[in-house]
C-alpha cells in the first residue's frame, strides 16, 4: 500500500480519521435502543369537598377587587397607585393573611402583586382604565359584584 492510498481523496486527511474513511458499521451489531422514559409517580388527587378549607398563604386577587372600588370611589374615582396601595392597605388590613408580606421573586410584596393583578383584571373587566400612567381610575359608572 503506498502512502497515496492512505489518505482520502475527498478531504486530503489520513483515511484513519477521515470519515470518508471510516467503515460503515457492520449490519451484525444490534441497533440501541433508546432509554425507555421514567414513569411519573401518579399525583394524587386533592379533594376539594367543601367540608375541607382550603388554607391560603396570600390573599387571591379576587378579594382585592371590590376594595380597590371602594378605594377609588371613596377617592373621588382616581389616585396615584402608590396612594391607591395605602389606602388599600389600611382597608384590607385585617384581611391580608401572613403571607402576603413576603416578597414574589421579583422583590414585591405579594400582596402588591395581587392587587395590580386584581386592577388588570378590573381594567379588562371595564370597570377601570389605565388612561393615565402611574394612576388607578375608575370609568364613570363602575360597579363590581
Sequence with gaps: MDASSDYC???DLPRSQCVHGIPPPSP???ARTPPRPRKRPAARARSTTEDTPV?????????????????????GGEL????????????????????DGEETPQG???WHYAAR???????DDGVMTKNKPG?????????VE
Design 80 to 99: 396615584e397607585a402608590a396612594e391607591a396601595l395605602e389606602a388599600l392597605e389600611v382597608l384590607a388590613g385585617d384581611r391580608l393573611l401572613p403571607g
Design 55 to 75: 388554607t391560603r398563604r396570600w390573599t387571591p386577587p379576587e378579594v382585592f377587587k371590590p376594595l380597590i372600588v371602594t378605594v377609588l370611589e371613596d377617592a
Design 108 to 110: 414585591e410584596l405579594r
Design 28 to 30: 451484525t451489531e444490534p
Design 135 to 143: 394612576v388607578w381610575e375608575l370609568v364613570a359608572t363602575a360597579t
Design 9 to 11: 481523496e475527498l478531504c
Design 117 to 123: 393583578r386584581a386592577r388588570a383584571a378590573l381594567v
